[in-house]
């Protein structure tokens, strides 16, 4: 009853360093909300990081066929099902220098 009717902060102790008292609650508040924070931070970091895996897996599927689609024989076998008409040179290419 005496803590709960409120006689505890009659007693001197208390009444001394209310500041002090004041401060440490202000404090656990402030550890409380950055921890807080902190953990949104971590999880937003954490959902990136799979979004970046996701994208980076992504990347190398579309250079794989990009490489598989530039190679000189696939270029021919498109071209014949085109129906363009272009032939592979038939002389190599040479420098011209100035």
Known sequence: MYILG????KEDFVI???KMI???VLLFFFYISNRYT???KLREIDRLQEQL???KSEALFISTRLT????????????KRQGLGLE???TPPYKLHK
């Not at 409120?6 to 902060?9: A, D, H, K, S």
């Not at 598989?68 to 024989?73: G, K, L, Q, V, Y």
């Open 6 to 9: 409120g006689g505890m902060l």
């Open 16 to 18: 001394k360093h209310t």
């Open 22 to 24: 004041v401060l440490i």
């Open 38 to 40: 902190c953990i949104i």
């Open 53 to 55: 895996k996701d994208v």
């Open 68 to 79: 598989s689609n530039t190679r000189p024989s696939q270029v021919e076998e498109l071209v």
């Open 88 to 90: 592979k040179a038939k």
